[in-house]
């Protein structure tokens, strides 16, 4: 009985991360798609980080090799949330899916309205999502499809 036991509760706590594992499948383009939101990823960042126009911007002519698409842009804050796993802790992301993401801040395409200065980020560490200068510099993990 306790081996059946045991066996159950190991089988309970490995479900959420299989499932998580299995919601993000790399193409072999340089993406990543969800299958829960549809979206597609950029799956590695460049190891820059960037003001929050220079974000967009850098999103809007995005070139992922040998990839064709050219609808790249900055995620919006809830697009960039998605991909957070609460589950874990320092990081919150799938690093096998999202290679290299830094422990740190990431642009949203989300300004905020009554301080058109600040833009929302999401930290791939702790899974926090702030406010922030646009002029500060953060890295980017850009997105195509959805909105």
């Known amino acids: ?40 990823w950029q799956q590695e960042d460049d190891k820059t980080s960037y003001t929050w126009e220079q974000a967009l911007t850098y999103c809007e002519n995005l070139d992922v090799p040998p990839s064709t698409y050219t609808d790249w842009r900055l995620p919006n804050n809830n697009e960039l949330r998605s991909i957070v796993d609460n589950s874990q802790y320092n990081p919150t992301i799938d690093i096998s899916a999202f290679l290299n993401t830094k422990l740190s801040n990431y642009w949203s395409s989300t300004a905020d309205n009554k301080y058109p200065g600040l833009a929302w980020v999401v930290n791939f560490s702790s899974g926090s999502v702030s406010l922030y200068d646009k002029t500060v510099s953060y890295y980017v993990r850009c997105v195509r499809g959805g909105q």
């Open 1 to 40: 009985m306790k081996k059946k036991i045991t066996i159950f509760i190991i089988t309970l706590l490995l479900i959420p991360a299989i499932t998580v594992a299995a919601r993000f499948a790399a193409n072999g383009d340089g993406t990543v798609t969800d299958s829960v939101t549809g979206l597609m």
